[in-house]
């Protein structure tokens, strides 16, 4: 199993091309931020509508005692949500930096 927090989005990502001969803009610079900020978001996005999935499984072997009731069931959104968040803060799955290569790409910064 891989390490997830040194998955983190490479530099490279963040830079322009070593073969760039002039220094980025600061409108690409932002336009950069936005790209991997929307990255993050996506992927955390995706994370939170898998670990939902994970919740809705039923599991005989659960204590009715313990289920949450139908409090819980308002609340396991909001629990996915933020265990999707902080998956993503510590480096997620990869997802992002594969969405936010394709997102520079189609925007022509490779």
Known sequence: ????????????????????????????????????????????????????????????????AFSGGQGGQMFKSFLAEAMANKMVAAGGVGLAASVQKEMLKMQGLH
């Open 1 to 64: 199993m891989t390490d997830l927090t040194a998955a983190a989005v490479p530099a490279s990502l963040l830079t322009p091309a070593a073969s760039t001969a002039t220094a980025p803009s600061a409108a690409e610079l932002a336009k950069r931020g936005e790209i991997h900020k929307t990255a993050q978001k996506f992927e955390a996005s995706f994370l939170s509508a898998m670990i939902g999935q994970m919740f809705e499984t039923e599991d005989d072997s659960t204590d009715p």
